[in-house]
């Protein structure tokens, strides 16, 4: 459905730190960006995949990196064990906290989730969707 998702920052290097430790408890690892004449990015995806990718960028219009109100990026993750991991590794990278590891069964039977926010204020869930078959 996605071909990539993208996020705004204001210090590439601190949001390769962070998005390094969370994302590779997920299989997750930062791939080789191609200069597009675009602003300085970092990106990350699926070793065996080419998409979908995410990334972090200084944003285009060269004012400062704002989260969005009501903006989300969801991970998804192998099992609970995966996001208890990524939740730790980003909060220990200087994420800070939006809801701990836990079930969330309201939305699903099986549904295991963590809500953490990154070093610019990007709203972040990795989920653990039991409920359903990941594709």
């Known amino acids: 459905m996605f071909s990539h998702v993208t996020v705004g920052v204001g210090d590439l290097d601190r949001a390769a730190r962070f998005y390094d430790a969370l994302l590779a408890p997920l299989g997750l690892s930062q791939r080789p960006v191609t200069p597009d004449d ?3 990015s970092r990106c990350w995806g699926d070793p065996v995949r080419p998409l ?3 990334y972090a960028y200084n944003p285009f219009n060269r004012h ?4 969005g109100n009501g903006s989300m990026v969801a991970f ?3 099992s609970p064990e995966a996001v208890d991991a990524a ?3 980003g909060m220990a990278a200087g994420g800070s906290g939006e ?6 069964l309201h939305y699903g039977k099986g549904y295991y989730g963590a809500y953490l926010r990154d ?3 990007n709203k972040i869930h990795v989920v653990h969707r039991g409920d359903l078959v990941a594709s």
Do not use: L, V
């Open 119 to 121: 070093p610019d204020g």
């Open 87 to 89: 939740y730790a590794a």
């Open 64 to 67: 400062a990196a704002s989260a």
């Open 76 to 78: 998804q993750a192998a």
């Open 52 to 54: 979908p990718r995410f």
């Open 99 to 104: 809801g701990a590891p836990g079930e969330r």
């Open 38 to 40: 675009g602003p300085p």
